[in-house]
């Protein structure tokens, strides 16, 4: 089974900490996610965040596609609490020594008000876990945040330095998931 993880593309407020706050895309995040979605695929269904800037696009692209789409609020982006729409130098002016602490280091540190990392880890890794069930080649639509958790989760990358992925807007992340193990070869 396949599994195609993006990014949503480029939205209003983008340089905010926007976790649940619902921004939606911009024209040129819906150029973005256009193009990061026109590409060869067996998708046989869209998973999406319930945030409109990844539920419009999914939405629409089930629409054009003809796919089940389903909407799954595991897959929703860091509630960032008090720091939500602001941006860093507004939150330095109000909260300076827990972003720094986060910065830091976020797994244990957490933004004021808002979601632990090691919360969200939980909720996307049980969602991912889900996922593996599906038993059909999926589009996953979600953020920033999510994605770099199964990252860390795949390739034992450690969940304090999450935020060294990059991770532009419309990214992708393809894996591919196997319901059994493979088969040894050897040589004879």
């Not at 067996?42 to 909407?71: A, G, Q, Y």
């Not at 876990?129 to 589009?139: A, F, N, P």
């Not at 996953?140 to 992925?165: K, Q, S």
Request: glycine share 6%; net charge neutral; hydrophobic share 35%.
């Amino acid at each position: 089974m396949n599994i195609d993880l993006i990014r949503h593309g480029e939205i209003e407020g983008k340089d905010t900490y926007c976790g649940i706050t619902d921004h939606k895309l911009t024209e040129v995040g819906w150029q973005q996610m256009l193009k990061a979605c026109n590409r060869s695929n067996n998708w046989e269904k869209i998973i999406t965040s319930p945030l409109s800037r990844c539920r419009t696009f999914s939405e629409h692209l089930s629409d054009v596609m003809k796919l089940p789409l389903s909407i799954d609020k595991r897959w929703q982006e860091m509630n960032f609490g008090q720091w939500d729409g602001h941006t860093a130098l507004e939150i330095m002016e109000f909260d300076e020594k827990n972003l720094k602490s986060f910065w830091k280091n976020p797994y244990l540190n957490h933004p004021t008000g808002g979601e632990s990392l090691k919360k969200v880890q939980t909720r996307v890794l049980q969602a991912w876990k889900d996922l593996e069930h599906e038993q059909k080649s999926v589009l996953l639509i979600t953020h920033g945040g999510p994605m770099r958790i199964i990252h860390c989760h795949l390739e034992n990358h450690p969940i304090e330095r999450l935020m060294d992925i990059p991770m532009p807007y419309a990214g992708i992340k393809s894996y591919t998931l196997f319901s059994k193990p493979l088969p040894l070869t050897t040589d004879t």
